[in-house]
């Protein structure tokens, strides 16, 4: 069983910056592809992130496309999520998630942490 612990979010102005870590506890998830959704209220999970198991490939959504980053360090089982130029419409829940089978834009993961909010004013 894999758990995924996200941290980082906050409370942050318009056009400010946060990064999202997920840590994860099982060293197998170096194998694994992992991502980021999120869900405001309200509204449906939407695909954030994702990146393939050696981060040689990511894809990001065309909302945050230039304007956040996914990476991984395999060596300390995280993925990173750097936001920057934040906008309120960013406001939302952020979940990490991970998956032994290749990337998905799609939520169809077999792992998922509890989500870790992210607040943009204007």
């Known amino acids: 069983q894999v758990q995924l612990v996200e941290s980082g979010g906050g409370l942050v102005q318009a056009g400010g910056s946060l990064r999202l870590s997920c840590a994860a506890s099982?060293?197998?998830?170096?194998?694994?592809?992992m991502g980021w959704f999120r869900q405001a209220p309200g509204k449906e999970q939407e695909f954030v992130a994702a990146?393939?198991?050696?981060?040689?490939?990511?894809w990001h959504a065309d909302s945050v496309k230039g304007r956040f980053t996914i990476s991984r360090d395999n060596a300390k089982n995280t993925v990173y999520l750097q936001m920057n130029s934040l906008k309120p419409e960013d406001t939302a829940v952020y979940y990490c998630?991970?998956?032994?089978?290749?990337?998905?834009?799609?939520?169809?993961?077999?792992?998922w942490g509890q989500g870790t909010q992210v607040t943009v004013s204007s």
């Open positions: 998630v991970a998956d032994p089978r290749t990337a998905l834009t799609t939520p169809e993961y077999n792992y």
């Open positions: 099982a060293r197998a998830v170096s194998s694994y592809a």
């Open positions: 990146i393939d198991w050696n981060g040689g490939v990511t």
